[in-house]
């Protein structure tokens, strides 16, 4: 009976550690769109449409700088997964979190784009909160 028991706990711990490999793939590729969309609000001010009326005013070159900080650190997160750091786990949840905020914010500039981005975010935040996801 004790073995059944180990071996159901290693099989859980494979199908979460699969998720954490997997939630640390979708930062990392994120975390590069995001790098992406930020250079080109900052190298091209014009690429992404004014909306007028919006309540979060921001210009696009600041949007840019922001999705640019952090693009670079959902990158840091997802290689600090991969790595299995102690601080990796924490800081991923908390950077996923803000992306989701962040491209919420972004809906009215490119609509699909920050919907599907809020659900990867979504996604990445269930699979870090398994249980026994974060442990070695």
């Known amino acids: 009976m004790t073995d059944d028991r180990a071996v159901k706990s290693q099989a859980d711990s494979g199908w ?9 793939t979708m930062m990392l590729m994120i975390g590069g769109f995001q790098v992406i969309i930020g250079l080109a609000a900052i190298l091209n001010d014009d690429y992404f449409v004014r ?25 840091a997160a997802g290689i600090g997964l991969f790595s ?13 979190v803000l992306s989701a905020i962040d491209n919420f914010f972004f809906i009215p500039y490119q609509p699909f784009w920050a919907l599907l981005l809020i659900a990867l975010d979504v996604w990445i935040i269930w699979a870090l909160t398994r249980p026994r996801a974060l442990r070695t």
């Not at 979460?16 to 640390?24: P, S, T």
């Not at 909306?51 to 990158?75: E, K, P, Q």
């Not at 990796?88 to 908390?94: D, I, K, N, S």
């Open 16 to 24: 979460a550690m699969a998720g954490v490999a997997f939630a640390a």
């Open 84 to 96: 299995r750091a102690v601080w990796a786990g924490v800081a991923a949840l908390f950077l996923v």
């Open 51 to 75: 909306v007028r009326g919006y309540a979060f005013n921001l210009d696009i070159t600041a949007w840019g700088w922001i999705h640019l900080i952090l693009g670079l650190a959902l990158i």
